[in-house]
């Protein structure tokens, strides 16, 4: 199973909004809501942001968001923080490997 | 407070095995399903392998099928990799995750599995 496509990079000014695609099929992240969100800092543990689509664990700030259309997953961060600048990764749920995970989006605030 | 701690990494062959320990506290162990998901160095993540609360639902990526075998001790609150004939792709840094919800919520330091070729 080949990764879910993400964009290498974005990048945004603080305070702007920023939007990180995660692409796959029907038989994964269309066809499930089983799909969750990560970020990495440099050098640090990923850390769960988003899970099932659009819900976020107790402790992560409401400018994360997740939302799905079609065989598209898409993590917005409102308001960009300096703090947000890390490697973001979505996951998703399919029948045929069970986990696949995202090829990995570096966001950068310029 | 939630902890994952991750042993059993190091300096490897390959054709050699490895056998990875993750010890869980600060939750009902056994009301959770665990995973492994690795991270080469300065590569993504990759997700490789999955057992359910009561082992009877195992899975593996492709990647490491017929090589990796998962296990779990409830009484032992502990999750367990057994790695054969590695490779030096399999270089990374080996997490142990918790599994809620269908998102990876408490991920341990994690533990280094070099090539040393």
């Given at each position: 199973?080949?990764?879910?496509?993400?964009?290498?990079?974005?990048?945004?000014?603080?305070?702007?909004?920023?939007?990180?695609?995660?692409?796959?099929?029907?038989?994964?992240?269309?066809?499930?809501?089983?799909?969750?969100?990560?970020q990495?800092?440099p050098?640090?543990t990923?850390?769960?942001?988003?899970?099932?689509?659009?819900?976020?664990?107790?402790?992560?700030?409401?400018?994360?968001?997740?939302?799905?259309?079609?065989?598209?997953?898409?993590?917005?961060?409102?308001?960009?923080?300096?703090?947000?600048?890390?490697?973001?990764?979505?996951?998703?749920?399919?029948?045929?490997?069970?986990?696949?995970?995202?090829?990995?989006?570096?966001?950068?605030?310029? | 407070?939630?902890?994952?701690?991750e042993?059993?990494?190091?300096?490897?062959?390959?054709?050699?095995?490895?056998?990875?320990?993750?010890?869980?506290?600060?939750?009902?162990?056994?009301?959770?399903?665990?995973?492994?998901?690795?991270?080469?160095?300065?590569?993504?993540?990759?997700?490789?392998?999955?057992?359910?609360?009561?082992?009877?639902?195992?899975?593996?990526?492709?990647?490491?099928?017929?090589?990796?075998?998962?296990?779990?001790?409830?009484?032992?609150?502990?999750?367990?990799?057994q790695?054969?004939?590695?490779?030096?792709?399999?270089?990374?840094?080996?997490?142990?995750?918790?599994?809620?919800?269908?998102?990876?919520?408490?991920?341990?330091?994690?533990?280094?599995?070099?090539?040393?070729?």
């Amino acid at each position: 199973q080949s990764a879910l496509t993400q964009p290498p990079s974005v990048s945004g000014s603080p305070g702007q909004s920023v939007t990180i695609s995660c692409t796959g099929t029907s038989s994964d992240v269309g066809g499930y809501n089983h799909v969750s969100w990560y970020q990495q800092p440099p050098g640090t543990t990923p850390k769960l942001i988003i899970y099932e689509v659009y819900n976020r664990p107790s402790g992560v700030p409401d400018r994360f968001s997740g939302s799905k259309s079609g065989n598209t997953a898409s993590l917005t961060i409102s308001g960009l923080q300096p703090e947000d600048e890390a490697d973001y990764y979505c996951n998703s749920y399919i029948p045929s490997s069970f986990f696949v995970f995202g090829s990995g989006t570096k966001v950068t605030v310029l | 407070e939630v902890q994952l701690v991750e042993s059993g990494g190091g300096l490897v062959q390959p054709g050699e095995s490895l056998r990875l320990s993750c010890a869980a506290s600060g939750f009902t162990f056994g009301s959770f399903s665990m995973n492994w998901v690795r991270q080469a160095p300065g590569k993504g993540l990759e997700w490789i392998s999955y057992i359910d609360r009561s082992a009877t639902n195992i899975q593996y990526a492709d990647s490491v099928k017929g090589r990796f075998t998962i296990s779990r001790d409830n009484a032992r609150n502990s999750v367990f990799l057994q790695m054969n004939s590695l490779r030096a792709e399999d270089t990374a840094l080996y997490y142990c995750v918790r599994d809620h919800d269908w998102g990876f919520d408490f991920w341990g330091q994690g533990t280094l599995v070099t090539d040393s070729s």
